[in-house]
């Protein structure tokens, strides 16, 4: 069994680390090991190297109670298939209570990317309650009024995604930081290793062929 195992590991997924390629060894070669196992196989052979996580220091803001009460919104730009195609950009909705979610891939993040992931939450889910997203102009604008804008009473400009969240009654809470929005960044950071692997072993190169992935 470890002879198989590291075989294959070796020729299918040498850029795994133990847990992930634990899980792919049992669901697509039928090698069933954990992952404490594995890992001491490969460091022994020297294919895989621990890396040891510092200490956080950034306490965790409490989680929302309800399911819809906060909804953290953002897009990673990223080279998702690997140089198989562009690179292109992954919009994630991600519910704090719950951690249900929702991802798509556009082009580039864009207002109307932004709308169509919070069309397909609300026809999906039902219309929530806040998102907490960035300072991007496809959200939120944050520059100053112009002359015309003031004389005609407005002192907030407001996006066209603004406008379409406060006709639903939706709150938008921008986010004065990424470490702000840590759940959705965490995720950025699982996608960016998981799903890009899940992409190649599964031959996906195209991002029609990536619908759907959440």
């Known amino acids: 069994m470890r002879e198989r195992a590291l075989k294959a590991y070796r020729e299918r997924y ?10 792919k060894l049992a669901e697509a070669e039928g090698i069933r090991i954990s992952k404490d196992s ?34 953290p919104f953002d897009g990673s730009r990223h080279d998702w298939f690997e140089g198989r195609r562009g690179k292109c950009c992954l919009m994630t909705m991600i519910d704090d209570a719950t951690n249900v979610r929702h991802v798509q891939f556009f082009e580039e993040e864009t207002t109307a990317a932004a709308m169509t992931v919070l069309s397909y939450w609300i026809k999906t889910y039902g219309i929530l309650k806040a998102l907490y997203c960035d300072h991007k102009n496809a ?5 100053e009024p112009t002359d015309a804008e003031l004389l005609a009473g407005i002192t ?5 995604f603004e406008k379409a969240c406060g006709k639903l009654g939706v709150e938008v809470i921008p986010a004065n930081s990424p470490q702000a929005k840590g759940r959705v960044e965490r995720n950025h950071g699982l996608d960016q290793d998981r799903l890009v692997k ?17």
């Open 156 to 160: 907030k400009p407001e996006s066209h």
């Open 198 to 214: 899940e992409m190649r072993l599964a031959g996906i190169s195209t991002i029609a062929e990536a619908h759907p992935v959440s």
């Open 139 to 143: 959200f939120v604008l944050v520059r």
């Open 14 to 23: 040498s850029d795994f680390g133990p847990t992930f390629a634990a899980e």
């Open 38 to 71: 594995l890992r001491r196989w490969l460091t022994e052979e020297g294919l895989w190297k621990g890396t040891r996580r510092g200490r956080e220091h950034r306490s965790r803001r409490a989680r929302r109670e309800c399911f819809g009460e906060l909804i």
